[in-house]
């Protein structure tokens, strides 16, 4: 299962998914963090892939940590930065 949300409804003014990707990782956490392709790079997404068997008290660990992570973060901000997409325009060299 996968859960993604979107910059569109994203509250936060002072920090990103970026940072809040990089701030469960102190507590062992890898949420992905995307930005989209040219012409849609003001979307971005946080990807948390929930595996079957996880339990309960691991996925309310998992939510008590964003939370937390986002509480942090709304009080300090954040200084995260989306990597630099590739040069859409650029071609590379065919391999055949």
């Not at 992905?32 to 660990?61: D, F, K, Q, W």
């Not at 940590?65 to 325009?89: F, R, V, Y």
């Amino acid at each position: 299962m996968s859960t993604r949300t979107r910059s569109a409804s994203w509250p936060y003014q002072n920090f990103s998914e970026f940072d809040v990707s990089a701030k469960v990782r102190e507590r062992g956490w890898v949420l992905s963090a995307y930005t989209m392709p040219a012409n849609a790079e003001a979307v971005r997404s946080l990807s948390v892939v929930v595996r079957p068997h996880l339990n309960r008290n691991v996925i309310e660990g998992l939510a008590d940590d964003i939370i937390n992570a986002c509480k942090w973060l709304e009080s300090h901000g954040g200084t995260a930065t989306p990597p630099q997409l590739h040069d859409t325009h650029k071609t590379s060299p065919a391999k055949c």
